[in-house]
């Protein structure tokens, strides 16, 4: 049996001219990832767990930190939900809502995607910071934005928006209306279509789209670093918090790369956990419909 | 023999596409490979022009062993049933395609291409993309691209799978016309007996993966080798225990030696030809195929007891012109 | 016996807008109203203050920013690494498109994930990674300072990291085309005598150009708006390892927000042009071609 097999395949592989082409191009695409994205991943667990726990219990003993990472957990969380529903939103009025301008704002939703993130940041600051007219209104009014929550989220917000809006849009797009229009022949008024036939079938969508900036929100810098004033136990957010024990010195963090391994460690695990989930949604979307 | 392929297989995982299968190819002749969708008749064809690769076996192309050479170095024509044309290019540039590969001359690249256009009837096209021109004319694009190249073999994979039926006739026609005009070695795959028959020198009925029978279509339609491909290449109905055409099933009004009693259920006009069903007295179906005429000499109606036997019986036949020789 | 049925009164052609079809015109207006609102507050106005702050003074800020030789320097390397980075994502990126799209191998879907891996993960924890890896006590330190190369708080590193969070972008856009477009056009080829690299040349970069140029531009602008990994193993030497991104940081530190805003807004507006002009073209290239 096992004879059979090799002789079939050696000669399958002395009479298939494309086999060495396809192997180099396997190889070359699997060191170009195992170099850049596996090893990268062993080190920081390396670092951070080798040691067990011991990593990770000194580095949250840091003033702050614990509160960093709650607030990292917090403030991606309603990015996701906020954005969830805003994301859908938007996707709904663009693809099913005719009006003047259509392109214009589906093109500032992609805006986000093309700015930089910390470019990001100094935007918000330049409208709400103290010092503008917006912002300072705001602040005589009790609103603090920057240098605060609010600020954090709004930073999230933009530079998460396009996230759901393209993970939502196709789907939306490619919906066969057909069966939106039997349930309103079976008297169904448009909020409920929406509410029954519509949203289900865009869920996993969202919910992709919502892990999506979970994920992201949880690893974002450059907007917050900017607009958040790393106030510990006030703004100060995971990442940022991960440079400051890599500087040892700022604001009483010992510090040291092995405790930011350990941090690092526990904020990619959320974030690898994240996209396996939104990897199986997707595959298990296809399936069912196929 | 312009196509050999000696004791072919091919699996894909665990369903076998080609069961140890040899085939011989007369040079100049156009053969059909028939037979119904995973028959493993496309990739047959597919193997032949190197597309794929098989599990064992030889393919010989000219007497040339071409089983470790690529498609590129075997000197075939391909037509694809999706038509494969090369959206971004004109249809010149799709035709010239090959012949910029061998880098022939510009001169000479033109004038051919312009022959080609006036045999597939494409004149004043040349400046169009594919995505204006309709189904058709697509595909007599792909055929003068691969005749281009002036390939030892024309292979046709369900070429007129995806036209309607109008043009379906029209181009089946009009490629046996180009073929007796050219005579390149042709094979075409289609799972449409009418068109196996109207277009081939000779038709290779394939079913699950081997080859029931080669032969001419008459040889295949009077001497089939095997009942599949019996019911797969003409009509049939079933006597007792044999098959037999519905033309070849004689109805009297009155009895006579070995005729069998039955009963008529239905007679549907069908223009020039007149179906009747009937049921013996058993209670089994039969279909009669008469000509208007002999319909009208019967004056037959619905519930009338009427005799039947069949004129010839088409009996499968094992040694049949073209039956598969055991390998 | 045929039975009397209470006829229902049919309404006759020709009638006013009911009240059902009014209200959902108000209703979807409102819903319009509200995405606009939102997408105004969030992005536009942001742009706009950014637009404001950076240009209210006119040109004389602008050309005394970029007379300034750090400033030079800054946008200088962002342009190196950018186009390296590039050109080692488009060129790797299709590599691996293409084996995701066309090969079948176990293990298949676990090359699909670190594609998108990097998207998940934090820049910062990527600078870490390269430190960890290239830094002192790292995995390939001792190599390179043997060959007296030096990685972290130098160029190398920067580039490295920069392209590891850019990896996705090439793939993602390609994977689907090459998928849509399926192997008949590349099998045809064949068969008229291309060879491999000459049918990848003519027939399927052709194909795939417009989505293959938009995820250049994506990975472009996500290069060039790179902070927080190049933050973490620059070491943010002034003038040698410092980028646009991080001279903004220390300009607003240093009280010379003006120049800040300027250079923001010249990556901001470099990004969106290159976007919107990629995807322009790419739109115009679907209207001739005709879609098959």
């Not at chain 1, 090893?39 to 390396?46: W, Y």
């Not at chain 2, 008749?41 to 062993?65: F, H």
């Not at chain 2, 029978?213 to 019911?231: C, I, N, S």
């Amino acid at each position: 049996m096992v004879a059979d097999a090799l002789t079939r395949a050696s000669g399958r592989a002395r009479r298939d001219p494309g086999a060495p082409t396809r192997w180099a191009l396997r190889a070359t695409a699997m060191l170009y990832l195992g170099l850049f994205v596996l090893l990268p991943v062993v080190v920081i667990l390396q670092r951070g767990y080798s040691d067990g726990l011991t990593n990770l219990q000194d580095a949250l003993d840091n003033f702050g930190a614990w509160n960093a990472i709650k607030l990292t957990v917090v403030m991606a969380f309603l990015a996701a939900i906020i954005n969830g529903v805003f994301g859908t939103l938007l996707a709904y009025v663009l693809v099913r809502i005719r009006f003047p301008g259509r392109e214009i704002v589906s093109a500032i939703v992609d805006l986000p995607f093309a700015i930089p993130t910390l470019v990001a940041g100094v935007m918000l600051v330049a409208l709400y910071g103290p010092s503008s007219v917006v912002g300072g209104w705001l602040e005589d009014h009790g609103v603090k934005i920057i240098f605060a929550a609010p600020g954090i989220l709004l930073a999230l917000l933009f530079v998460t928006l396009p996230l759901v809006v393209r993970s939502v849009q196709p789907v939306l797009a490619e919906l066969d209306r057909e069966e939106e229009e039997a349930a309103q022949t079976l008297g169904a008024g448009s909020w409920t279509t929406f509410r029954k036939i519509v949203l289900p079938a865009l869920r996993p969508a969202i919910v992709a789209g919502g892990l999506l900036v979970f994920a992201r929100s949880l690893g974002e810098f450059g907007a917050i670093v900017f607009v958040s004033g790393n106030i510990p136990n006030k703004t100060l957010t995971a990442p940022v918090f991960i440079t400051q024990l890599l500087s040892p010195g700022s604001f009483g963090a010992t510090g040291g790369p092995d405790q930011a391994a350990a941090v690092a460690g526990l904020l990619f695990g959320l974030a690898f956990i994240v996209v396996l989930l939104t990897e199986k949604l997707i595959s298990g979307r296809l399936e069912r419909t196929s | 023999m312009a196509i050999g392929v000696h004791n072919v297989s091919k699996r894909f995982g665990d369903f076998v596409a080609l069961d140890d299968v040899s085939l011989a190819i007369p040079t100049g002749s156009l053969t059909v490979l028939l037979g119904p969708s995973g028959s493993g008749k496309s990739t047959l064809l597919r193997v032949i022009a190197g597309l794929e690769q098989p599990d064992s076996g030889e393919v010989a192309i000219a007497e040339t062993d071409a089983t470790a050479l690529p498609p590129q170095k075997r000197g075939v024509g391909f037509v694809f049933q999706h038509y494969a044309s090369f959206k971004r290019m004109t249809v010149r540039d799709n035709i010239a395609f090959g012949m910029k590969i061998q880098k022939r001359s510009k001169n000479e690249i033109r004038a051919r291409v312009d022959e080609l256009l006036e045999l597939v009837q494409l004149q004043g096209l040349a400046g169009r993309y594919p995505s204006q021109l309709s189904g058709g004319q697509r595909q007599r694009m792909a055929l003068a691209r691969a005749l281009a190249v002036q390939p030892k073999v024309l292979l046709l994979d369900e070429p007129f799978g995806a036209l309607d039926a109008r043009v379906r006739k029209e181009l089946r026609a009009w490629l046996r016309r180009l073929h007796d005009e050219v005579h390149v070695t042709t094979v075409l795959v289609t799972h449409d007996q009418e068109e196996a028959m109207e277009v081939a020198d000779r038709i290779a009925v394939v079913n699950q993966g081997r080859i029931e029978q080669y032969g001419k279509p008459r040889d295949l339609y009077e001497h089939p080798a095997t009942e599949f491909v019996m019911t797969f290449v003409g009509p049939v109905t079933r006597f007792g225990e044999a098959y037999i055409r519905p033309h070849d099933l004689e109805v009297e009004l009155q009895p006579s030696a070995r005729y069998e009693e039955a009963t008529v259920e239905k007679v549907v006009h069908l223009g020039f030809e007149v179906r009747v069903e009937l049921a013996l007295s058993e209670g089994e179906r039969l279909e009669a195929q008469l000509t208007k005429r002999e319909a009208e000499r019967l004056e037959l109606l619905e519930g009338q007891r009427v005799f039947v036997r069949p004129s010839r019986l088409t009996e499968v036949e094992e040694d049949a012109p073209g039956a598969r020789v055991a390998s | 016996m045929s039975q009397q049925a209470h006829a229902e009164p049919i309404a006759p052609r020709g009638r006013p807008a009911s009240k059902p079809e009014s209200r959902g015109r108000a209703v979807r207006a409102v819903l319009v109203g509200i995405a606009l609102f939102y997408v105004l507050v969030l992005i536009v106005a942001p742009l706009a203050g950014i637009m404001y702050y950076g240009l209210r003074n006119g040109v004389g800020p602008i050309t005394d920013t970029f007379s300034q030789p750090d400033v030079r320097h800054a946008l200088y390397l962002t342009v190196l690494i950018m186009l390296i980075t590039v050109v080692v994502t488009t060129v790797l990126g299709l590599v691996v498109a293409f084996v995701l799209a066309r090969d079948r191998f176990p293990g298949k879907s676990l090359l699909s994930a670190f594609v998108n891996l990097p998207l998940a993960v934090s820049p910062v924890v990527v600078g870490l990674m390269a430190i960890l890896l290239f830094g002192r006590g790292g995995w390939f330190e001792p190599f390179f300072s043997a060959q007296g190369i030096q990685i972290v708080f130098a160029l190398p590193s920067m580039v490295i990291v920069t392209i590891f969070i850019s990896i996705p972008f090439v793939i993602r856009e390609v994977v689907p085309l090459l998928e849509e477009l399926g192997m008949d056009e590349e099998q045809a080829a064949w068969t008229l005598g291309a060879s491999r690299l000459q049918t990848f040349l003519r027939i399927t970069l052709p194909n795939i150009r417009w989505g293959l140029f938009y995820g250049m531009a994506l990975s472009a602008a996500r290069a060039i708006g790179e902070v927080g990994a190049v933050l973490v193993v620059s070491g943010q030497v002034q003038g040698r390892t410092e980028t646009a991104t991080l001279y903004i940081l220390r300009a607003f530190d240093q009280y010379q927000a003006e120049r800040g805003y300027i250079v923001a807004l010249t990556l901001a507006a470099f990004s969106i042009v290159l976007l919107i002009g990629i995807e322009a073209f790419r739109r115009r290239s679907l209207k001739r071609a005709g879609q098959e």
